[in-house]
């Protein structure tokens, strides 16, 4: 009998069906062995060596891998092909070293019979220098983590984190939101013109240069201005050229842009994203097939494809578009220098098993990921799209307006995988027209702009910046993102990350007295190092001493000076405690800011902020006094001014009624476990209506719905939306006037 060990349970279903009678099915549950959790765990003075502990419930884990090693003739350790895997890998062989047979390792990209049996085949060791590499990066974080975590305990409050790669994302979302406040808007001014040709055709232009330099139009008296000189003007065809244009097809996807599309296509977060994946790769069971791995390993930054992939996706995209979807060629995609190689993109197993063949056997979420992740592999091995473009300049003195359109003439690779910005214009076709013809000029039209501060990151547009910047790895985004919204360190507005005040603080605590450790430039070299230590270039209890050494000494400067910090957090008022009479003043908690008396701890009086309240016109139903708006622990909330003499609150109203069939409530402003607001009716749990997107009181101008819902992606931006038939209003942001 021989033993396969795999990381997930789920996994062992999909093996059975592969493996026959001959093997024996095991799995770990993710990691079996980790640093303790009550303290550092790695002894310092010995090169960091690691005091690793079973995992608390993984003892019946680790016996039944026992008894069931003690019969096997050969056991396989086949936990996930990356770092976390051959750590887990390596641990497993710590476990059963004594046990009397071989231990062999093997890695596959994908749950499928194919390349279950060739991994078996291919058999090996593990790969010490992987596990090196993971090693450092668990010490790594429980160094910084285990020894700044109780600095800001004692400077702001208990349960605080800082950690070396999370705190480095929130100062990422912190410095985009200081460019927000202290942006400031220009005003800027278009221009666009109709002319007509002597057929009586429209050319519609935007008017580009003003004496061969860019129009600098910066009010509206300046617009109108400029716009009664181009009236003065005669207007000819300068410039006229035909050309063709090729968009080229998208390369399959690696983890992060999965993670970006499925939130701007989806509107997945980046954990839901993950979750789904990794049931999608461990194995579905489909009626014909029975349990089967859908994907290949979804955690990976290489744009490989193996390829024998590559042939089956020509045999289909002819079989099902026709040879001339096909590229002359097959396809490469330039993967980053430091990728792992070993990896594969993220694409089906099997290309002819579409989405709608399967889709009877998957959750609706599951078969959306999956539509998504095989319509952009299949997209990314055909031919690119072409359009026929046409672009005109039309010159008069020294105004010079330029027009271009573009027509699809070959859709290619869109056949398959839509992009938003690949819509021709249809209603701005140019004509066939001649240099030096003259033109009429019909109208012109002045429109004000202003400029626009960088937008607040959401959870594709944060993961894209932490992979431009080299912070984290594959296996690394979700969770370094999710830790920040559970440590309260940001919330989420329109689905965009906002640094709580809580966060604020932190961030300037940790770049104040670590700037060399909290950056961006220092945790990406140190992810190149662990890179590095991975293909052998570098001995991981050097990197450790490396950085360890001025760490060390920089945790010891800001030790001695923690109360002299702390003093800099705490902000004094110009109120006075009702019990003690001693001075207010403004501390953190977890719950943000509040205030609170100067002689703690002889006096514990404290007291929400101002700025947290805002007053609304409505009485306290109890005792008449105004009622106002108070932020909670767990959200927004109504409560009397005169709390805590008065203890009325009510939640907080949309203003929008029930739409549910003899229902007299209305929908009311809640917050979930996980601290995400959401809106449901009064009357429940008698009525169990409920939305995640804000309603406004607004009828759908389509088709008569009695609420709106506001919401946001990145191709639309803000814009109202219709639940019932899915229409919708875009904001309007420019401003046109008549010249």
């Known amino acids: 009998m021989k033993l396969l060990i795999v990381e997930s349970p789920t996994k062992t279903k999909t093996l059975k069906k592969f493996l026959g009678k001959g093997y024996k099915l095991a799995s770990t549950g993710g990691h079996i062995l980790d640093l303790p959790k009550s303290k550092l765990g790695v002894d310092i003075d010995n090169n960091f060596k690691p005091q690793y502990i079973t995992i608390k ?18 056991v396989y350790l086949a936990p996930d092909p990356d770092r976390e895997g051959e750590a887990i890998a390596y641990h497993v062989a710590m476990i059963l070293g004594k046990i009397k047979g071989k231990l062999l390792r093997i890695t ?119 716009c009664d000189n181009i009236k003065q003007r005669q207007y000819k065809v300068s410039s006229y050229k035909k050309g063709t244009l090729k968009r080229q097809s998208p390369p399959p996807f ?92 993220i694409r089906p197993t099997s290309v002819f098993r579409t989405p709608q063949k399967i889709k009877k056997n998957l959750t609706s979420e599951q078969n959306k990921l999956y539509n998504l992740i095989w319509s952009r592999f299949v997209a990314s091995q055909m031919a690119d799209a072409e359009y026929r473009t046409t672009t005109v300049e039309i010159s008069g003195g020294e105004f010079v307006f330029k027009a271009h359109h573009q027509e699809m003439i070959f859709d290619g690779f869109l056949k398959v995988y839509k992009i938003d910005s690949a819509n021709d214009d249809k209603k701005r076709k140019i004509p066939e027209i001649k240099k030096g013809v003259a033109l009429s000029l019909k109208d012109t039209k002045p429109e004000q702009h202003f400029t626009q501060p960088p937008p607040r990151f959401n959870a594709g547009s944060l993961v894209k910046e932490l992979e431009e910047k080299g912070i984290g790895r594959p296996s690394t985004y979700a969770q370094i993102i999710s830790t920040l919204g559970i440590r309260k360190y940001v919330t989420q507005e329109k689905r965009r990350f906002k640094p709580t005040d809580l966060g604020m603080l932190v961030n300037k605590i940790l770049i104040d007295n670590f700037p060399g450790i909290f950056n961006t430039a220092f945790t990406a070299s140190m992810e190149d190092e ?72 002889k006096c514990k009086n404290t007291k929400p902020l101002d700025e947290n309240v805002e007053q609304i016109d409505k009485k306290c139903p109890n005792c008449g006094a105004p009622m106002e708006i108070r932020q909670g622990r767990f959200g927004r909330f109504i409560a009397c001014s005169r709390y805590p003499e008065c203890k009325t609150t009510e939640p907080i109203s949309t203003g929008v009624k029930c739409p549910e069939k003899d229902c007299d409530g209305e929908l009311l402003e809640r917050r979930s476990k996980k601290g995400r607001i959401f809106y449901s009716c009064s009357r429940y749990p008698k009525c169990k209506f409920s939305l995640w997107f804000k309603p406004v009181p607004r009828k759908c101008p389509a088709c008569g719905y009695s609420f709106m819902v506001e919401k946001s992606t990145i191709a639309r931006g803000d814009y109202l939306y219709c639940t019932n038939c899915k229409h919708h209003l875009a904001e309007e942001k420019a401003i046109t006037v008549k010249s």
Request: aromatic share 10%.
């Open 57 to 74: 419930g993984k003892n019946k884990v680790l016996e039944e891998l026992k008894k069931l090693s003690k019969n096997a003739s050969l």
């Open 108 to 226: 596959f990209n994908e749950i499928t019979k194919r390349a279950v049996l060739e991994a078996i085949k291919n058999a090996g060791k593990i790969d010490i220098k992987k596990v090196y590499a993971q090693q450092a990066r668990r010490i790594l974080d429980r160094l910084v983590g285990y020894q700044v975590s109780p600095l800001l305990w004692k400077m702001v409050t208990y349960g605080l984190s800082a950690g070396r790669v999370q705190s480095v994302a929130l100062r990422m979302i912190c410095e985009r939101e200081n460019e927000i406040k202290n942006f400031v808007p220009q005003e800027y001014w278009t221009i666009d013109a109709e002319f007509i040709t002597g057929k009586k055709e429209k050319i519609y232009a935007k008017l580009t240069k003003i004496n061969d330099k860019k129009p600098e139009i910066d009010s509206h008296s300046k617009a109108i201005e400029v």
């Open 254 to 345: 690696i983890t992060s842009s999965l993670q970006q599309d499925a939130f701007a296509k989806l509107g997945f977060n980046n954990k839901k994203t993950m979750r789904i994946a990794q049931q999608l790769y461990e194995g579905i069971d489909i009626s014909e097939e029975g349990q089967t791995g859908l994907i290949t390993y979804m955690r990976t930054d290489s744009f490989r494809i193996a390829d024998e992939a590559k042939v089956e996706a020509r045999k289909y995209i002819s079989s099902k578009f026709g040879d001339k979807y096909l590229p002359t060629g097959i396809k490469k995609y330039k993967t980053r220098k430091l990728a792992q190689e070993a990896h594969e993109a």
């Open 530 to 601: 662990l890179d590095r230590i991975e293909e052998g270039k570098e001995n991981w209890v050097d990197v450790l001493n490396d950085f360890y050494t001025p760490f060390q000494t920089n945790l010891k400067k800001v030790e001695a000076n923690i109360r002299k910090i702390k003093k800099q957090t705490i902000e004094y008022t110009d109120k006075f405690c009702e019990k003690c009479g001693a001075p207010m003043v403004i501390k953190f908690g977890r719950n943000g800011r509040f205030l609170a008396c100067s002689a703690f701890p």
